[in-house]
């Protein structure tokens, strides 16, 4: 069975940091691209950021460019998204998915982008 397990949610300040990790089992994420996404209550679900199947490419959207940071590790078979710097505003489910192919390519525009996705990890910002 192929599943995406996220992990490393919770209740943090404002300010503060969190790391979440994106762990695959039944198949590889080496030949992948993984994207984080979140969706926040009442609201439309957001591409955060992107990083292609080596690592060599990244992207990030403009809400979190220079507070968030994503890499992975193919031998863990493992991507993670360091979060810091925390807000309010970031508040949500946070989930990642895997592309079929090694690019970013589109993770932000094709609905189909994702074939394989995560249940998500609560991420909370309050003090």
């Known amino acids: 069975q192929l599943q995406l397990v996220e992990s490393g949610g919770g209740l943090v300040q404002p300010g503060g940091s969190l790391r979440l990790s994106c762990a695959a089992s039944g198949f590889s994420l080496n030949d992948k691209a993984i994207g984080w996404f979140r969706q926040a209550p009442g609201k439309e679900q957001e591409g955060l950021s992107c990083?292609?199947?080596?690592?060599?490419?990244?992207h990030y959207v403009d809400s979190v460019k220079g507070r968030f940071t994503i890499s992975r590790d193919n031998g863990k078979n493992t991507v993670y998204l360091q979060m810091n710097n925390l807000k309010p505003e970031d508040t949500a489910v946070y989930y990642c998915?895997?592309?079929?192919?090694?690019?970013?390519?589109?993770?932000?525009?094709?609905?189909?982008?994702?074939?394989?996705w995560g249940k998500g990890t609560l991420v909370t910002v309050s003090s």
């Open positions: 990083i292609s199947s080596t690592g060599g490419t990244t």
């Open positions: 998915t895997a592309n079929r192919y090694p690019y970013c390519g589109g993770y932000l525009s094709s609905p189909e982008w994702g074939s394989v």
